[in-house]
């Protein structure tokens, strides 16, 4: 008997009899069911649209914002680039030392009594 009671007291058997009770019922409910919910899905497809236009504009706005600021950007490092080569050919490369033998020197240097 209390194997019995358990079943009946347990979850899934609530849930299955809810469902069982949902199909017997669910053909008399849909057709006025879907006759109501006809405007509301009429209304949620022109929403769905409207939001869709919405978004669409917004991403061409932020598109165009970044494009604008891609090309500024290249602009100024083509000009920075050819600053630099303009400088770089007004003053000659200083010429490479080697940090240490300029080390050993200074310590050499500074030894000397």
């Known amino acids: 008997m209390s194997k019995l009671k358990d079943i009946f007291d347990s979850d899934i058997t609530k849930g299955v009899a809810i469902g069982a009770g ?3 019922v669910a053909p008399l409910i849909y ?3 879907n006759k109501a919910g006809k405007p509301t899905k009429k209304a949620l497809v022109r929403l769905g649209h409207v939001v869709y236009e919405k978004l669409t504009e917004a991403s061409a706005e932020l598109v165009e914002i970044v494009e604008d ?3 500024e ?3 100024e490092f083509e000009a920075s680039s050819r600053n630099e080569e303009a400088a770089m050919d007004n003053n ?3 010429e490479e030392t080697d ?3 300029v080390f050993g020197q200074e310590l050499n240097s ?4």
Do not use: E
Request: proline share 23%.
């Open 69 to 71: 600021a891609v090309a």
């Open 22 to 24: 949902l199909v017997l």
């Open 31 to 33: 057709p006025k069911l």
């Open 110 to 113: 500074s030894s000397d009594p």
């Open 92 to 94: 000659p490369p200083a």
């Open 73 to 75: 950007t290249s602009a």
């Open 99 to 101: 940090p240490v033998s």
